[in-house]
């Protein structure tokens, strides 16, 4: 409530860390993040911005000497998790026009500048040699040419095995292709880069904070549109690892371009991947905007990200998945098509992905229904929330502890 008043200075007491009993350092960085998330604003395109709406300074105060040293710590490491989470939601409010798969790769690049982290980027012609014919079907409707973005963050060069994969869905803007999108809403498909944007902000908040892990973010960036050399439903493609895949809704491409992702982080020999996904509608009538649905192969993985996710007050669900599914999204003429039906929609989706990453312990992060918001409401504003930053980067602070 501090947003658009004519307030400069704000000092705040380490509320719940006195009388209140809670741990001071946790409550000071719960304070920091509250303010730099609520206090977020997109307004880069306004060309009159509003008011008095700026915060100079906001200090948090506190008077037991003994406290700060943890005080400043905590401080710290919550302006690195919130303000990664205000990067991920500027990514994902730019337009689809500004926001493409080569931008999103300059950003990306920018990141890697910044931090020290060392960037690949994964073009068109490099995607033709990998035979990624999922990711390149999805982008050939498109003049934006796709990128595979890589990010690498060697925080424990000693220990190889220390690693995971974070990978994003990339997709631009998704009219749907072929099998177009009704125009009511389409503009908030903008959005259907969320996922990618998490990972980005959140491979930028690993490599600020060091950990000592070694963490590579992989996103598939691609933009799902309808011209002239699109792909057509009942259309073949074939993946980086062979599978051959009947399209049967050009709508449904999150889950071809994470195939081929998927692929590529298990060639570079991770041992556990999660991906973040705007894939699929399905998941607001499951579990509504308040839970992300995880789906996966392992449950160690599974309860670490959800209770990573629990303790940053990101709230993720698990999901079932089982080979009773399996049937609705064989192909008669392919090895899978790339719909389920309307049943379980969410869940054919999820296992979809999985059919890529086998016996590789994997979490799939459903953020359809979670990645904006319609209102301004606690800690988000309205438009992109940057769900599952704080929960990427809480998973890698666990696993590197
Ligand atoms: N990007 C959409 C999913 C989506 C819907 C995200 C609403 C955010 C808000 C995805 O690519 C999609 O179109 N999914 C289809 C899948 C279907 C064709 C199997 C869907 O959910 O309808
Ligand atoms: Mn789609
Ligand atoms: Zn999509």
Known sequence: ?????????????????????????????????????????????????????????????????????????????????????????????????????????????????????????????????LGMGALLGVAQGSVQSPKLIVMKHKGDQANQENNIGLIGKGITFDSGGISIKPSLKMGDMKGDMAGAAAVIAAMKAISTLDLKINVIGIIAAAENMPGGNAQRPGDIVRTMDGTTIEIENTDAEGRLVLADAVTYAKSLGLNKIVDVATLTGAIAIALGNIYVGAFGNNDELMNMVVSAGGSVGENI??????????????????????????????????????????DLPWVHLDIAATSRSESNSGWNVKGATGITVRTLIQLAKGLSE
């Open 1 to 129: 409530y501090l947003a658009n008043r004519s307030i400069k200075n704000v000092a705040s007491v380490v509320h719940g860390g006195g009388i209140g009993g809670l741990n001071p350092s946790d409550c000071a960085k719960a304070i920091t993040e509250g303010a730099i998330l609520g206090l977020y604003k997109f307004d880069n395109y306004k060309s009159k911005k509003p008011q008095g709406s700026n915060i100079d300074k906001f200090s948090i105060v506190e008077v037991d000497k003994t406290k700060i040293t943890d005080i400043k710590k905590s401080v710290n490491e919550g302006m690195v998790f919130a303000e990664a989470t205000n990067l991920c939601r500027d990514l994902a409010n730019e337009p689809g026009n500004i926001m493409t798969p080569t931008e999103l790769s300059e950003v990306a690049l920018n990141v890697g500048n910044s931090t020290g982290m060392e960037i690949g980027v994964i073009d068109k012609t490099k995607m033709e040699e």
């Open 317 to 358: 669900w698990p999901m079932p998945i089982s080979d009773k599914y399996t049937d609705q999204y064989s192909s008669t003429v392919a090895d899978f098509k790339n719909t389920g039906g309307r049943l379980a929609g969410s869940i054919t989706g999820a296992q979809f992905i999985g059919e890529f990453s086998k």
